[in-house]
Every structure is written in structure tokens, then in C-alpha cells.
């Protein structure tokens, strides 16, 4: 690969010092003048139907000025549910959490109490926490038409991909392995949380909001409250983290504009931690039921997945379950059923279908890897994809670089060893895991204006959600321009300076609206030639929307392996972990210094899923029990290993000087990897996720 | 369990929202009004500040609401997160878990209060350099422990580190470039202390 200029050395983010002064803005920080405060009333039922709210002595309470519920508020949250009608405020309410009504006033000391002066007389219904219950005939109905969520044709079936033929593949099998695994709803728990402020100026709306997506947020909120997308203005200067749950427009948005809207004020609304935790979403549960048939030479044969996935009361993800995808095979089946329930929405976490997808595919993988007395990182060499659906073949593919580098990295053969060997009672284990993401290019857009000083203004719609994106695009920039970084000026986060950006979902920034800076700074520099440079108070502005054709006969992918050594102390289940490598095809990095950091964050996140993460829920009340970063065990400071980064730098002739997606991938093998080393290192899987110290206690008595 | 209503069976394991379905007991609107107020004096950054607060704002929220400091971030106001980490005496604490009168007479330093003569503390320079923030969100918090650790332990272990930060949660899980900063810094004040020596 050849070297560049500025892209692809570690570079300090452009606005770090304002992260490290307390002087970056977000969105908790504004004040405006005449704000008042707006808090939430939520259901403390799992499902109910609400027969009466009394108001009369909220409404009383000096400095409350406007309070909306189902009764006088029927705004419908598009992106809430991308199936059924979803209310800001719903009548019945369907899990614990669910909005009921908001409160604005002058403080938030008394908004908070308004709420507590609100009676709701709720009439209690029957409820229904596990998708497999919610399909039995007679389990209570969720939403019409049944629990099961229809596709988005509208027919009541689950998600299906089939390819070859099941029963031929098992047929052709020597051995079949089957098994089952589980995976519980955990929360995004981004540091920051819900706040937006709402203000109008005559129809105009502006929301200052800590999104994903300044572009979609926008046109949803237009859409969702019936204005023209004009009218609209959203601005994010800098936000906290989201890592999915903070993409698309928001109910909180909405409460705010419409709370702004009747009180005459400004309305900043924040949620607290507990709500965040509850209210918005976290990443679905599933019960994964799998079949894989493999001859004796470890050529596999057949996978078979049925899955079910607990999507909260309302469909705002998809409910996939990915992983089986790395794998090459013949015969491939998998059915999925994304199921309602009363237990909190379920939407996008970084790599919404994967880790836990992987988790079940990569741990029975290892088993039928041991069966067959085959070393895990043998047998994922042989069986790895080569091409998409072994048919596809992908642009540029550096799998079987990450497995063997990265277990060279992590000295394997050293590491490994038969499961369960040893004498305890602190048993070592290794294990490993691999995954792929998808890195399409696609539609975003990019203003570059050059002034007469020579200062290159960049406009892009991105947010900077903690990636370093701004930092990425004035590489990106400066690159393609040949100038130092130092000349190009960023201008993000605003919807009235800004032009479309694709958000930061699906790890798109910097593949696509890179790719439009590298466009845009392409069409600067023929308008140079041709013009001159600009004089005086003149501006030269290169405007590109790039749109690039999509890939046809080839599929653009980004690959990973992960590589962890555990210590289980026998006696007590608890496990660390001592050593972890994670190796990485994204093609080539702008930035190594943030990608490190995006990897070492993915993998941490990975690694709480795996050992702690879980909402629990009580059987007989529907209620849940942990909500919190106590209750969800968030890895610490003490609980994180250090996590080595391998770039496995193919080069791939599409995107921004052929980088690929990052962001998501990160996370993908890492449960997995965790759990295979703990079964490595005991001899005795654990199946449902998280692997707690009870769990283990318990395979192993 | 059936003698036991759901609303406080809901406050009781912790996990309810502002929900009740009755209102609250002996609460009037006038009472609400009527909230009981104290002046405090506190010392901030170095400047000392007469203020009438309400007996239930915290500190986090006079910081930042009331005297325009809102670099302590609230990213859980129940002392579970560490972003709202600010020096009380010298010492790390969670100001959200810290009600403002309790500061009265006290010694607050903020993360706006790290950088002296506009010169920006080694700590903040190493967490640049090591690209410590991702969203940022945790960052003045793991600065503010940071700096209790480095008052107390100038030369800490990489173990040290992490248990002295351990009550800063980064989600962002940027915690190796967090401990690598704060080496980093620990390195720098052990030459710069050498070459004044
Ligand atoms: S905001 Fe104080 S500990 Fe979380
Ligand atoms: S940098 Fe985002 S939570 Fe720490």
C-alpha cells in the first residue's frame, strides 16, 4: 500500500482541546433565555390500559405551563415503530417505561414534581416477556395482528434466507451438531443522555439535539410534525455517544417542539439515566436455535438457524440475527422471528444483529471444531467466507490475514490448549472469533468553499459521535487538496450549514460521506485550474452530492478476528481477561490514532457483553429489576484489559483511498471470542449470555 | 407479593421512573412554592462565590446551571458514571451526589479550572496526545480523577491508575488510551520536577 500525505498518520483530533478544557458545548449545556424544563411521566405498568388522567392538581402547581398526554397530543413518532403507529404518548401503554405524559415548566425541580401530581388510573392488563411465550396461542396481544412482527411487506411470516437445500445439506452431513444459545436485551448506556431543547421563532422550529444524524433527524421531524423541511433547523455541536439509540428523530425531540409550541417558550426536556435505560432502547434479546452439519474432514455442509427476537412492544430495529454469513457452505437456512413483548424496545446497538448472532454461531462453531479434534483456528481457515453467500465476490478481502496474523500476534499455539486442561484453580483458556460488516458505498454529500486567505471551509452533516469524524473528513480533505491539515476549516453539525450526511449508523461516515469530500475536493481543484484562485471577498465552492452507482457482481466488506486469553478462578466463577488481540481488515485507516481507539472501545463494549451486561426482569410483575450502570455491571477502568490492535490493511479500489467500514465491526467478535476462551480454559461452555460467576459455578458443579 | 402495590414495588427495587398513580402525601402546590433556600460560600477555580441555593440543588447543577461551569457533565446524576467528577478540598467527587449547601465554606476545582495562565495542565496535553476523549462526554471526570491521583500518587503503577480512575465509567471504553495518558502525564511532572530540582 502506498504511503500518503496525511491520511494514514495518527493525528490528534482537530477539536481536542475543547475536549479536554470542558469547553465542547453539547447539548445539556445550552441555556436559552425563558427555557423552561420538561420531564417525563412514565408507565410503571408492563401493559395497561389507562381509564383516566387527572391533571387538575399538576396544572395547579405554580410555574407549570403546558402538559401533553395521549389525550391532547396525537403526534405519531414515525421512527418509533417502523410497522404500527407509535404515539408520543399510547393508549394502552405496553411496557414499563412507556410514555404517559410530559410536563413543562419553569424549573426541572418542578416539572419533576408536576409529574409526580399526575393521576393515572390505569386498568392492569396481562403481559408477556419472552418472544417464545408471546407466540403461543392465547399469550396477550401486543399490538394488531399478533405477536409476531410482520415483514415489511406486511405478511405475518419471519425473515427468511435460504440457500441450496437444508434437508439435502444435513443429509450429506457425517455429523450433525445442534445446540441453542441466548442473548439478553442490554442498553446502548452512552455516557451522555437524552436532552434536546426546542425553540420557535414564529413557524420555524430550530432543535438543538444530540443526534446521530443531523440529516435524518431533520426530515423525520418535518415529517412527524407535518412541517415543511425548511422550517426546520437541527444543530449538534457536539453529543455523548449513542452507539445507535441516538440516530433518526426521537420522541424527546418531539415532546420538546410540541411542549415549545403550547407553553411560548423554549422547552429543554432531559430523561433521566433510569429512562434512558428503560425508555428509548437497547440491543434485542434472542433464543437462537442452530443445526450444522460437517463431514469428518471439517468441510461444513449445513447451518440451520431459527431465531427469535424480543423487539420490545414496538418494531424500531430489525431483529436480525447475524453471523452465519462468515461462513462458505452449501446449504444454508435461516428463519427469524423479531416478536413483541413487554419488555423495553429493542433497536440498534453497534452492530445491531451481530455480536450476539455471532456468539451463537461462533460457539457452536468451536464445538464442532473440538469434535472433530481440529485446532478452532484450523477450522475457521478452512471454512472462512471467500465470497458473500459463495456467490458474491467481495472487493478486497483480508480475513484470513486477521485470523493468521492476529493468532500469530497473540502467540496461539502458545495460548491454546485442549479445553479444560490444567489444574485449577485458576484455569487459563484462549479463544477466538471472527465476524465481517457490510461497507457499501452510498449517497452523502460535501461544500468545500476556498476563501481568498487559502482557508478550505468543509461542510459536512456529521455530528462526531465520538469516531473523530470531523478529524477523518479534514484529512480526508487535506489529503485530496494537498494542503496541510491545518488549512481546512470543518463546519459540522448544523442543518442550515450543512449539507445531507448519511448519519452515523451502519459505520457510513467515513466511506460515504468521505467519499463525497474526496469528490468535492476533486471538483475544487479543476474549478481552481480553470478559475484562478478567489480574490478579495470571493468565494470558490465545490458542491458535490456524490450518489456512486452501487457495486453490481461485487460485495464490499470489512473483516475482524479477535483473539482473548482468559483466567477463570474455578472456585468463585470469576473471570479476567489477561490478554487480547484484535485484528482488523478496514482497509486503509485515515486516522490510526481514533480507529485504535474506536477498536479498543468496540472490543471493551464486547467484553461487558459477554461477562455482565443484562436487564433483568421479574417473572410474576413484569418488572425491571437493574436499570442503571451498577445494575448493568458497565466495564470499569479496573475490569478492562489491554487490548492490542492488529491492521490488516488491504488495499480496496472503492471508497476514500480504499478505507472501509470500522466502527461497528469492532464489537462484533468480541462476546464470542470471550466466551470461547472461558470454555477453553474449563472445559464447559456456557450458552446464554452474559457468562456470569453463577453460570459458571454452575456448569462446572 | 399481592399485598404489596406495584407502584412500590416499582421505588422499592429501584428501578421506577417519576411514575405514581396516587399523589403524593401532604404535598400542596403551595408547599412546592415555598422551597427552603440557604447562602453558602463557595471557592471555585480560585474565585470565591456568595450564593442562595436551594437546599436541594446539588453541586453538580450550581456548577453548571447557576454559575455557568458546565464541564462537569451529569451522565447519571446518582454517583454511578464519574462525569460529574470535580475536586471537593482536593478531593475527587461525584458532585451530583454532593447537595450545594454541603459545600458551604469549601474549596471546589473544576475542569475549567485545570489549565493555569492559559497553559493547559500535562494531564490535558497527554489526554490529546493519546486521544483519552472519544465523545468526550467522560473526559472531564477522568480528568478530575486524574488529577486527585497525580496530587496524591505522583508516580502510580498502571494497576494504581486504574483503581484510582475506577469509579470514572468510559462507555466509549477508551480506558487503555485514558491510563496510557495519565502515564504519560505522570512521566511529564516527574522530568519537569527534575529539571527544577
Ligand atoms: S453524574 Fe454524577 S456520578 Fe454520574
Ligand atoms: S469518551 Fe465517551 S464515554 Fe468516555
Not at chain 2, 153 to 164: K, L, S
Request: net charge neutral; with cysteine.
Amino acid at each position: 500500500m502506498n504511503t500518503l500525505k496525511t491520511v494514514g498518520h495518527p493525528t490528534s483530533r482537530i477539536d481536542a482541546e475543547k475536549r479536554v478544557t470542558g469547553t465542547a458545548t453539547y447539548t445539556g449545556d445550552l441555556r436559552l433565555p425563558g427555557m423552561l424544563y420538561a420531564r417525563v411521566l412514565r408507565s410503571p405498568h408492563p401493559h395497561a390500559r389507562i381509564r383516566r388522567i387527572d391533571l387538575s392538581r399538576a396544572q395547579a402547581l405554580p410555574g407549570v405551563k403546558a402538559i401533553l398526554t395521549h389525550e391532547n397530543c396525537d403526534v405519531i413518532w414515525g421512527s418509533g415503530d417502523m410497522r404500527n403507529k407509535r404515539y408520543l404518548f399510547n393508549d394502552p401503554v405496553r411496557f414499563v417505561g412507556d410514555a404517559v405524559a410530559a410536563v413543562a415548566a419553569t424549573d426541572r425541580h418542578t416539572a419533576e414534581e408536576a409529574t409526580r401530581l399526575i393521576a393515572v388510573d390505569y386498568e392492569v392488563l396481562p403481559f408477556v416477556l419472552e418472544p417464545e411465550d408471546a407466540l403461543k396461542p392465547g399469550a396477550p396481544e401486543i399490538q394488531p395482528g399478533g405477536n409476531l412482527s410482520p415483514t415489511a411487506r406486511g405478511a405475518h411470516e419471519p425473515e427468511q434466507y435460504r440457500r441450496g437445500n437444508i434437508d439435502e445439506g444435513l443429509r450429506a452431513a457425517d455429523r450433525v451438531f445442534e445446540d441453542q444459545y441466548s442473548s439478553p436485551h442490554i442498553n446502548n448506556a452512552q455516557l451522555e443522555p437524552r436532552v434536546a431543547i426546542a425553540q420557535w421563532d414564529g413557524d420555524r422550529l430550530t432543535v438543538h439535539t444530540p443526534t446521530q444524524g443531523i440529516s435524518n433527524c431533520h426530515t423525520e421531524i418535518a415529517r412527524d410534525l407535518k412541517l415543511a423541511p425548511e422550517k426546520v433547523r437541527i444543530i449538534c455541536q457536539f453529543m455523548g455517544g449513542g452507539f445507535g439509540n441516538k440516530n433518526q428523530d426521537h420522541d424527546f425531540e418531539l415532546m420538546a417542539a410540541v411542549l415549545a409550541q403550547q407553553a411560548g417558550a423554549p422547552v429543554k426536556i432531559e430523561f433521566t439515566r433510569k429512562e434512558d435505560f428503560l425508555a428509548v432502547h437497547g440491543r434485542w434479546p434472542t433464543k437462537q436455535y442452530y443445526k450444522v452439519g460437517v463431514r469428518n474432514d471439517g468441510t461444513l455442509t449445513a447451518i440451520q438457524l431459527r431465531g427469535y427476537s424480543g423487539m420490545g412492544p414496538y418494531r424500531k430495529g430489525t431483529g436480525g440475527i447475524a453471523g452465519i454469513e462468515i461462513y462458505q457452505c452449501p446449504h444454508v437456512e435461516r428463519l427469524v422471528y423479531p416478536t413483541y413483548t413487554n419488555k423495553a424496545v429493542s433497536a440498534n446497538l453497534r452492530g445491531p444483529d451481530f455480536p450476539q448472532g455471532v456468539f451463537g454461531i461462533e460457539s457452536l462453531m468451536d464445538d464442532v471444531a473440538y469434535a472433530l479434534k481440529m485446532d478452532p483456528v484450523e477450522f475457521r481457515l478452512k471454512n472462512m467466507t471467500r465470497k458473500l453467500n459463495d456467490q458474491i465476490p467481495y472487493t478486497s478481502i483480508g480475513l484470513e490475514d486477521c485470523i493468521r496474523r492476529g493468532a500469530e500476534a497473540f502467540e496461539w499455539r502458545k495460548r491454546w490448549h485442549a479445553p479444560g486442561e490444567g489444574s485449577g484453580p485458576v484455569k487459563r483458556g484462549a479463544g477466538m472469533a471472527m465476524g465481517s460488516f457490510s461497507s457499501s458505498m452510498g449517497r452523502s454529500s460535501a461544500v468545500i468553499d476556498l476563501d481568498a486567505r487559502g482557508t478550505y471551509h468543509l461542510h459536512v452533516g456529521v455530528t462526531d459521535i465520538g469516531t473523530g469524524a470531523k478529524t477523518t473528513m479534514a484529512l480526508i480533505a487535506a489529503e485530496e487538496l494537498g494542503v496541510p491539515l491545518e488549512k481546512i476549516d470543518v463546519i459540522w453539525g448544523d442543518t442550515d450549514r450543512c449539507p445531507f450526511s448519511v448519519g452515523e449508523s451502519g459505520s457510513r461516515t467515513t466511506t460515504q460521506t468521505g467519499w463525497a469530500v474526496v469528490e468535492a475536493a476533486k471538483d475544487l481543484k479543476r474549478q481552481m485550474a480553470e478559475k484562478g484562485l478567489p480574490q478579495g471577498n470571493q468565494l470558490l465552492t465545490a458542491t458535490v452530492n456524490a450518489n456512486p452507482a452501487p457495486l453490481t457482481g461485487q460485495a464490499r466488506y470489512s473483516f475482524v478476528a479477535h483473539f482473548a486469553e482468559v483466567e477463570v478462578d474455578t472456585e468463585t466463577g470469576h473471570v479476567r481477561v489477561t490478554k487480547y488481540v484484535a485484528a482488523h481488515d478496514s482497509g486503509r485507516i485515515v486516522n490510526p490514532l481514533t480507529a485504535e481507539s474506536q477498536v479498543k472501545g468496540g472490543a471493551t463494549m464486547g467484553i461487558g457483553m459477554a461477562l455482565h451486561e443484562e436487564l433483568l426482569y421479574d417473572r410474576a410483575s413484569g418488572q425491571p429489576l437493574n436499570a442503571g450502570y451498577y445494575g448493568a455491571r458497565i466495564l470499569t477502568h479496573l475490569d478492562t484489559p489491554e487490548v492490542d490492535v492488529l491492521w490488516i490493511q488491504t488495499e480496496d479500489p472503492y471508497g476514500p483511498f480504499g478505507a472501509k467500514t470500522l466502527g461497528e465491526p469492532t464489537i462484533i467478535p468480541s462476546p464470542a471470542s470471550v466466551g470461547n476462551a472461558i470454555h477453553n480454559a474449563i472445559g464447559k461452555r456456557v450458552n446464554d449470555l452474559p457468562i456470569t460467576r453463577e453460570k459458571i459455578l454452575g456448569v462446572l458443579a | 407479593m399481592s399485598k404489596i402495590s406495584r407502584r412500590r414495588f416499582v421505588e422499592g427495587t429501584g428501578a421506577g421512573l417519576v411514575a405514581t398513580t396516587v399523589p403524593l402525601q401532604g404535598q400542596t402546590a403551595k408547599a412546592a412554592a415555598a422551597v427552603p433556600h440557604t447562602t453558602v460560600k463557595l471557592t471555585v477555580n480560585g474565585t470565591v462565590h456568595r450564593l442562595d441555593v436551594e437546599d436541594r440543588w446539588t453541586l453538580a447543577e450550581v456548577l453548571r446551571d447557576h454559575l455557568g461551569l458546565t464541564g462537569s457533565k451529569i451522565g447519571c446524576d446518582r454517583g454511578e458514571c464519574g462525569a460529574c467528577t470535580v475536586l471537593l478540598d482536593g478531593k475527587n467527587v461525584y458532585s451530583c451526589s454532593q447537595l450545594a449547601v454541603w459545600a458551604d465554606g469549601r474549596t471546589v476545582q473544576t475542569v475549567e479550572g485545570l489549565a493555569q495562565n492559559g497553559k493547559l495542565d500535562p494531564l490535558q496535553e497527554a489526554f490529546i496526545e493519546h486521544d483519552g476523549p472519544q465523545c468526550g462526554f467522560c473526559t472531564s471526570g477522568q480528568l478530575m480523577s486524574a488529577k486527585a491521583l497525580l496530587n496524591h500518587n505522583p508516580h502510580p503503577t498502571t494497576d494504581e491508575v486504574r483503581a484510582g480512575m475506577t469509579g470514572n465509567i468510559c462507555r466509549c471504553g477508551n480506558y487503555n488510551h485514558y491510563v496510557e495518558s495519565v502515564l504519560a502525564a505522570a512521566a511529564t511532572l516527574a522530568a519537569d520536577s527534575r529539571r527544577k530540582a
